[in-house]
């Protein structure tokens, strides 16, 4: 094939320089079950940022068509260290048309076909994915499908962790997030509790608005009374948060506690046999996880992500949830997007300070033949 | 029985006034499994030392014979907030001979015999405690016996707990503790790597002659690099932590994942597949655990407690466990006391300020009858 295609690179420097570019590659061919897809649309979700932008300096870096070239502070860029000189593609998932296949089954079944994928190269005209990851869209677009796999994946495998661990109330501390919203809708068809935190009114609004009964709002005064009582109401011991930094565990692990040590009859040094769950899914915040010793020993903090968690669960849980994500796409799992723009358009100063911001309901889209 | 006998107690009042005082109180009877044990010694361990005297301003406080009056400042005295008003004992455990027993068969066959037992109340000059949870001492001393619970089991859980989760090898970032040197003994004789972290040459030094082959020390230039080594030779991605508040867990999550990036063939944004996990059993630094975002999201760190681990270990583990303890306690379990106070004594401003202080290698015994 002498066809070529536009794709996104990232390159970090030992020096902290970052060059983010768009170049025209070689489309490869695909073998096996291998199938080449046409990208139509790729999200820009919290966990393109790292790989994609980082820490960088966007204030003043140097912006040119289809490029941008920035520097990574310390202690950050020492911290990228295992990627200092790699030159890397970006975008975790996205959606297309299959044009080509490899000789496999799997892959020559889904030519002609519209497909969500996650190749890991979504910012590109073309990438190759495994056929068995993608997941055929029938008549739906290819924006309703770009988001597919990462939000709503993650989304129901907070509620398929939490039965696993016997739980039947879940706490996330972003609430009012594309995937948070996703998260509320499907405790509310499964009948989980869920405390949502949100930083507005107005977000924990639109939370009730789908369905949520428990969104406390960490601005007001009476915050910490509010999320006790939700926690108190719900059983929600166990939570997910996508922040990381600062104090955000920290607040979910002490109201548990307080709930708990408040239906002891007994004082014990020790603190509550409550046990209490959270997991780490994002950075938002790439400050220090700061953890208080106010709420005893019966706590455990994991970090929680996709893939692993997907390898873990088995190949049934698996095909479970994909079915049930395609069946409800644009409604349980529809997604909302700010802005449109294409590969190059993605790389200019207003963008990328933009979409880095990550404000809550403001999602990028990238069309890559726009 | 109209006997009494000295007890020491522990009240925090609202507005932060610690007292500790020794009281004569009158000694209960035991009833159906229950004995009366004589006190002849009780340690004070670290996990003593938070309801004994906490955060007290010991340099400021009033002090008089059996008593001292302290403030606890804030937000240590809000934190524990639960405690206002309440007239607590303290001492974890002890040895002592029992000198009455309620009529279960259990109790009745231990009057006469010198016990270790951990009745929570162990800073007096009787205690009551289930005849379940004493150990008979045979020949031994009360001194030898009066450390037979906390610290061996402690140790002794940490490899039973390694081994449930099929790990090989253990990290301690506490090394040369008295239940540092336990577990150096338990892991030599178990054939379990352990890497120990230390802060002084002399401590390596004594880890060394008792059979520690990766005794580290975080004083030195190329810790970091010792540290990596230690975990790469003996595969220890999995430890525990006495200190809690500060980087001790992040500095062991860092060592472990620069391990296992560093076999790793392929660059991942996510980190390594490694599975990093940490324990925190106690607060020897009472401020905030911080963990930095420089391992990915394959960890894990949870409060670990010496009674619910023992519960969920079974009462078979727990058997075996005790047995061992008490077949080589003047050997691997052996303690070794700095000082030796009574009641009294343990109440003066130099005693408190030194055992608050917890020095490796400088633990007190309190003999209740000197």
């Not at 911290?79 to 000189?85: L, M, N, P, Q």
């Not at 890991?120 to 495994?130: E, F, K, T, V």
């Not at 997941?135 to 039965?163: I, Q, R, W, Y």
């Not at 993605?346 to 404000?359: H, W």
Request: with cysteine; proline share 4%; hydrophobic share 40%.
């Amino acid at each position: 094939m002498a066809t070529t295609g536009k794709q996104l690179f990232t390159t970090l420097d030992p020096d902290g320089t970052l060059t983010v570019a768009i170049e025209e590659v070689s489309v490869p061919e695909p073998t096996g079950n291998q199938v080449l897809v046409k990208m139509e649309a790729a999200p820009i979700n919290p966990s393109d940022l790292a790989i994609l932008v980082g820490a960088a300096d966007l204030e003043n870096a140097s912006y040119s068509p289809g490029k941008f070239v920035a520097t990574v502070p310390e202690p950050f860029n020492i911290g990228s260290k295992a990627r200092h000189g790699l030159k890397l593609p970006a975008g975790n998932e996205g959606a297309g048309t299959v044009v080509a296949a490899g000789d496999g089954d799997a892959a020559k079944v889904l030519v002609g076909q519209r497909v969500a994928c996650v190749p890991g190269n979504a910012y590109s005209q073309y990438c190759i994915a495994d056929a068995s990851a993608c997941l055929p869209l029938g008549d739906h677009s290819a924006e309703d499908g770009a988001s597919a796999f990462v939000n709503p994946m993650t989304a129901l495998g907070f509620v398929e962790n939490a039965k696993m661990d016997d739980q039947d109330a879940i706490l996330h501390t972003v609430g009012a997030s594309n995937l948070g919203q996703m998260l509320t809708r499907i405790c509310k068809e499964d009948g989980i509790g869920l405390v949502n935190i949100v930083r507005k009114d107005s977000q924990a609004e639109l939370l009730r608005e789908i369905g949520s009964t428990h969104a406390v709002n960490s601005s007001n005064d009476d915050f910490m009374d509010q999320l006790r009582s939700a926690i108190a109401d719900t059983g929600a011991f166990y939570g997910f948060d996508p922040i990381g930094g600062g104090k955000s565990v920290d607040t979910a692990f002490k109201a548990m506690e307080q709930v708990a040590v408040s239906r002891m009859s007994e004082y014990s040094r020790y603190g509550s046999n409550q046990q209490k769950r959270m997991f780490i899914y994002g950075r938002l915040d790439t400050g220090m996880t700061m953890l208080s010793p106010s709420y005893g020993f019966g706590w455990t903090l994991s970090g929680w992500l996709l893939f692993p968690f997907l390898q873990s669960a088995g190949r049934e849980t698996v095909s479970r949830m994909r079915k049930r994500v395609l069946d409800t796409l644009t409604t349980t799992f529809a997604s909302h997007y700010k802005t449109r723009v294409n590969l190059d358009e993605m790389l200019t100063k207003e963008a990328v300070t933009d979409y880095r911001a990550m404000k809550t309901g403001e999602k990028y889209l990238v069309t890559p033949w726009a």
